[in-house]
């Protein structure tokens, strides 16, 4: 029971945060771009996040005619169920369960995102939806292997699966002082990641219509969108694990806002890259670089 209790209470805690997340979003959107963000709901737009839901789970649920119906409501449930799974491998005091294989837990939940993506998109019966699906699991896949081989130098430093290890081992010294190059390779896995600017191309608007959600409304599209966000938010606590120290330093929550502030920043600042200067990054810059940095570490280490 107590373990059940803590696991509903961490998954309130993440739904709390991710609401306040896409207000804390449009306010600084609105900000970069010379206007005000919500501001009426409530004092300073602060109830925003809540009427966005109740808005949008009050909504009737439309359906494509043509389109294949179980995937279709199923897709969303599955991504935002994974998105919210992968959060039970962050240490916690607050938790009594170790998770000796955390990393390797996350990079499972991970991999089966690209489902959840590739069923939406697919089982849409959309020319624009199939198309954002197609380049999202492309983009996916391919950032996975750089993303995985970053990872797997601080691992061979810590000679652990366990994300509390990871932590701990940075208590003289952050790892994003030691790797700076492989941090920034990281940061941008994890834009790609969650497919977030400059790397939107599952969502492109300009192109595609708003990509493999485009027939999506009311709760499924909410579900969606919880998703993405949850996924960022936890790809920014990942981020100050691997390369800040976690809570060890007590500057925790400091670090974790700014790197979530820069998923914003970012967003308001660069345009979309091309699709194919987006895969050569991967496979031609990403990909070398984490080898080379794997065989480095693993030379320091052997030595």
Same mark, same amino acid.
């Given at each position: 029971m107590l373990n059940l209790s803590l696991t509903l209470l961490t998954v309130i805690c993440v739904l709390v945060a991710v609401a306040f997340f896409t207000?804390?979003? *449009?306010?600084?959107?609105?900000?970069?771009?010379?206007? &005000?963000?919500?501001?009426k709901t409530g004092f300073m737009g602060l109830l925003q996040p809540f009427a966005d839901a109740i808005k949008l789970f009050s909504k009737e649920h439309v359906a494509p005619i043509s389109s294949n119906y179980l995937p279709?409501?199923?897709? $969303?449930?599955?991504s935002f169920f994974l998105a919210l799974l992968i959060w039970s491998c962050?240490?916690? &005091?607050?938790?009594?369960? $170790?998770? &000796?294989?955390?990393?390797?837990?996350?990079?499972?939940? !991970?991999?089966?995102?690209?489902?959840?993506l590739l069923a939406a998109g697919w089982s849409s019966n959309s020319k624009y939806a199939l198309l954002g699906a197609? *380049?999202?699991?492309?983009?996916?896949?391919?950032?996975?292997?750089?993303?995985?081989?970053?990872?797997?130098?601080?691992?061979?430093?810590?000679?652990?699966f366990d994300m509390a290890n990871l932590a701990e081992a940075?208590?003289?010294?952050?790892?994003?002082?030691?790797? $700076?190059?492989l941090s920034l390779i990281w940061f941008a896995s994890?834009?790609?990641?969650?497919?977030?600017?400059?790397?939107?191309?599952a969502e492109g608007e300009s192109e595609l219509v708003s990509g493999y959600n485009t027939e999506y409304a009311s709760g499924g599209f909410a579900l969606i969108m919880l998703a993405e966000y949850t996924s960022i938010l936890f790809m920014s606590m990942l981020f100050v694990i691997?390369?800040?120290?976690?809570? !060890?330093?007590?500057?925790?929550?400091?670090?974790?806002?700014?790197?979530?502030? !820069?998923?914003?920043?970012? *967003?308001?600042?660069?345009?979309r890259m091309r699709y194919d200067k987006l895969m050569s990054l991967a496979w031609k810059t990403f990909l070398p670089i984490s080898l080379i940095f794997l065989v480095l570490v693993s030379a320091l280490i052997l030595t």
């Amino acid at each position: 029971m107590l373990n059940l209790s803590l696991t509903l209470l961490t998954v309130i805690c993440v739904l709390v945060a991710v609401a306040f997340f896409t207000l804390f979003e *449009r306010k600084l959107l609105g900000y970069i771009q010379i206007r &005000k963000g919500p501001n009426k709901t409530g004092f300073m737009g602060l109830l925003q996040p809540f009427a966005d839901a109740i808005k949008l789970f009050s909504k009737e649920h439309v359906a494509p005619i043509s389109s294949n119906y179980l995937p279709f409501i199923v897709a $969303p449930v599955a991504s935002f169920f994974l998105a919210l799974l992968i959060w039970s491998c962050i240490p916690s &005091k607050y938790s009594n369960v $170790p998770f &000796k294989l955390g990393v390797m837990f996350f990079l499972v939940c !991970t991999a089966l995102n690209v489902y959840g993506l590739l069923a939406a998109g697919w089982s849409s019966n959309s020319k624009y939806a199939l198309l954002g699906a197609l *380049r999202g699991v492309a983009q996916t896949i391919s950032y996975e292997v750089s993303l995985a081989l970053t990872l797997l130098s601080p691992l061979l430093i810590t000679q652990s699966f366990d994300m509390a290890n990871l932590a701990e081992a940075q208590e003289t010294m952050y790892f994003i002082v030691v790797l $700076p190059i492989l941090s920034l390779i990281w940061f941008a896995s994890c834009l790609a990641e969650t497919n977030r600017t400059p790397f939107d191309f599952a969502e492109g608007e300009s192109e595609l219509v708003s990509g493999y959600n485009t027939e999506y409304a009311s709760g499924g599209f909410a579900l969606i969108m919880l998703a993405e966000y949850t996924s960022i938010l936890f790809m920014s606590m990942l981020f100050v694990i691997l390369y800040l120290g976690g809570s !060890t330093s007590g500057l925790g929550i400091v670090w974790f806002t700014l790197v979530a502030f !820069t998923f914003v920043w970012v *967003r308001g600042t660069l345009p979309r890259m091309r699709y194919d200067k987006l895969m050569s990054l991967a496979w031609k810059t990403f990909l070398p670089i984490s080898l080379i940095f794997l065989v480095l570490v693993s030379a320091l280490i052997l030595t």
